[in-house]
């Protein structure tokens, strides 16, 4: 058994095809299913079952997934600590966002940070804070930006930004003339929340409970799973909602949306740099952490 036998495993288990998994690496199907073969001979058991047209884990092949995916992390963190050493910041790095800093905003500070770091590679997955925060903590993602705080004491978070949501509205809308509404007027209204597990939601939950309301109190009329599908809802008259003016601003400018700050209801959110507390962050993870704090106080 070697690292590359275990990289290969690895490519395997993750595109769930033998054939895949060599293209990705440059190597025949026949070589692929070789060192496979190698690798359940050392350890005397089957790895991989081939179901109809896909390469699923056993049992064995889940355990031993667990354990290669996390010497390849460590592989990849010690090439970045010696390139850095010598002066040269290079390798793939993993981060994740929960919708709205996944969708609009690390994609700028991203792109700032590969033209200043040409040789990282980095990968961005998107999802709402649930998944993030999971996937956070099972050491698929080494740094994430989530919309929420969370109470599992195996993270660290640190407040990165904040922003006001505002009650969004089609730009043809009755209140469109307004530049407020009282809370109590969001009842009067079909609405569209976000699905459970969106950081928007939690955040909505959060400001209602403070002045005695809840999120039942509201007309619903339908619950979508991202926030494009509202946005879109929204356009397409299904109902209002509140979300992030970042997620609008290019609808808010042509004026097909209008955004309304709701009257006593404080909508303040901020936004977390979340990373596993027992996970020593790699030179890159390090240094895009000082480059966000920079990039978001300018």
Known sequence: MDLWQLHIFCKVVTLKSFSK?????????????????????????????????????????????GYASRLMRLRDEAEIAMAEFQGNLKGRF??????????????????????AYPDVTISLSIGDTGKIIK????????????????????????KL??????LIIPGHHKWAGKKSMPVGMLSKEPFIVREEGSGTLKSIRASLSKR?????????????????????????????SILSPLAVQEELDAGTLKALTIQGLNLTR??????????TPSPICKAFIRFIKKEIKK
Do not use: W
């Open 212 to 240: 005695g309301y809840d999120v039942d109190h509201l007309n619903i009329i339908a619950e979508m799973g991202s926030t494009t599908a509202v946005i879109q809802g929204i356009k397409n008259k299904v109902g209002i």
């Open 270 to 279: 901020s936004f977390y740099l979340t990373r596993h507390r027992n996970r």
């Open 94 to 115: 993993l981060i994740g966002g929960s919708t709205i800093p996944g969708g609009y905003i690390l994609p700028k500070i991203i792109g700032r940070f590969t033209r």
């Open 135 to 158: 996937d956070t903590l099972s050491g698929t993602l080494e740094l994430s930006i989530v919309g929420a705080e969370t109470e599992n004491k195996a993270l660290i978070q640190e």
């Open 161 to 166: 930004l904040q922003e006001d949501m505002r």
């Open 21 to 65: 998994a060599g293209q990705s690496i440059h190597l025949s199907q026949p070589t692929v299913s070789s060192h496979i073969k190698d690798l359940e001979d050392h350890f005397g058991c089957r790895l991989i079952d081939r179901l109809s047209r896909e390469a699923l884990p056993t049992k064995a092949g889940e355990l031993l997934y």
